[in-house]
């Protein structure tokens, strides 16, 4: 039996970037999570989507609770964001919302035209705390093994869950790197939520800084959902 508490670390809240954002989508992937049995769930959002402030103050009033900490019915909520940048590629930053908020502000405005370098996203979030995570190391056009040693500056590279078969590469290259692992699953709809998750020690508080000690300690292992046959049951279901 695992012991633990399981984080989903890599959710969007659209299934269609380009559509409006509605709460009920926010919603119904926070119940799907909690319901799942998931203890913590990172919600990342692109931030050149046209809503990413709206969707951030969604979550703010469902989840806040006067404390800076976000929480949805026992499931603790990190706010967070995908950063693509220049060089194509895509960086998670998981913090909160008040640190996101200030690093939109500092990339602005972000959109196709005026993405961040890799070293500018690094000098824009370096103070703000965040746990930060190469999402998809190994994606065609997206790969992140061109920025090199700088690449060590991140607090670990991504398993990708629409990439496993690539999770030994990703291994390996994060091994001659020295850095660790943690898995994400991407999740666009909100059934791929939990295809794949972390699974790390108890903590009380659980924060992005906890994360990245815990990380540190090398508590953090990866494991893959047993989520299959539930979501190609609800594959026509909405988003
Ligand atoms: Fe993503």
């Known amino acids: 039996m695992e012991v633990g508490m399981k984080a989903e670390l890599h959710c969007h809240v659209k299934l269609f970037a380009h559509r409006p954002f509605r709460p009920a989508q926010l919603q119904r992937r926070l119940n799907r999570a909690r319901d799942m049995g998931l203890d ?13 402030r709206g969707i951030l103050q969604c979550l703010e009033e469902l989840c806040g609770r006067g404390t800076g900490a976000l ?15 220049k060089e194509g590629g895509d960086v998670l930053c998981i913090g909160t919302p008040e640190t996101v908020r200030e690093l939109e502000k500092r990339l602005a405005p972000v ?8 070293k500018g ?3 824009a979030s370096g103070d703000l705390g965040f746990l930060r995570i190469g999402a998809h190391p190994c994606r065609r056009g997206k790969e992140l093994w061109k920025l090199g040693p700088m690449l060590k500056k991140l607090d670990a590279l991504e398993i990708n869950a629409t990439e496993l078969p690539m999770a030994g590469r990703v291994q390996e290259r994060a091994k001659n790197l020295g850095m660790p692992v943690v898995a994400g699953s991407d999740a666009h709809h909100w059934l791929q939520i939990g295809r794949v998750y972390n699974l790390l020690p108890p903590v009380e508080k659980l924060t992005a800084v906890t994360l990245k000690q815990a990380l540190l300690r090398g508590e953090i292992v990866w494991c893959r959902g047993k989520i ?7 594959l026509r279901v909405s988003s």
């Open 40 to 52: 913590v769930l990172a919600v990342t959002e692109h931030m050149d989507v046209p809503d990413f």
């Open 121 to 123: 996203l690094l000098d």
């Open 111 to 118: 959109n196709a035209d005026n993405l961040p370098s890799f």
């Open 71 to 85: 929480e949805w019915r026992g499931l603790t909520v990190l706010a967070g964001a995908e950063v693509s940048i």
């Open 228 to 234: 299959w046959p539930v979501l190609l049951k609800g």
